[in-house]
């Protein structure tokens, strides 16, 4: 499986940005997909995930403002960030759990100024 993440770019706190998730295989065939992201001198977090059966999970630095969803039809996943804070800063990464092997995309960077 392979996965291009899009989206990412500079905004400012209180700004909003949609990270998109392209898979190169039918998305409803995946067992769940995941965002995770690495700040500087971070260990990388999960910050979102959707299982196949489409039940959604929130890191809790992430509930209330992100959510994930996903587009069958385009075999794409997005992740629309609300309210940043410069704390949000980081490399975005999507990933994919499939046959039992995780698959992950390159990243895509997020800054958020203060």
């Known amino acids: 499986v392979q996965l291009q993440a899009s989206g990412g770019g500079l905004v400012q706190a209180g700004g909003s940005l949609r990270l998109s998730c392209a898979a190169s295989?039918?998305?409803?065939?995946?067992?769940?997909m995941h965002w995770y992201r690495q700040a500087p001198g971070k260990q990388r977090e999960l910050v979102a995930g959707?299982?196949?059966?489409?039940?959604?999970g929130y890191a809790d630095s992430a509930k209330g403002r992100f959510t994930i969803s996903r587009d069958n039809a385009k075999n794409t996943v997005y992740l629309q960030m609300n309210s940043l804070k410069p704390e949000d800063t980081a490399v975005y990464y999507c990933n994919a759990l499939w046959n039992y092997r995780y698959y992950w995309g390159q990243g895509t960077l997020v800054t958020v100024s203060s």
């Open positions: 959707i299982i196949s059966g489409g039940s959604t």
């Open positions: 295989r039918s998305i409803s065939s995946l067992n769940a």
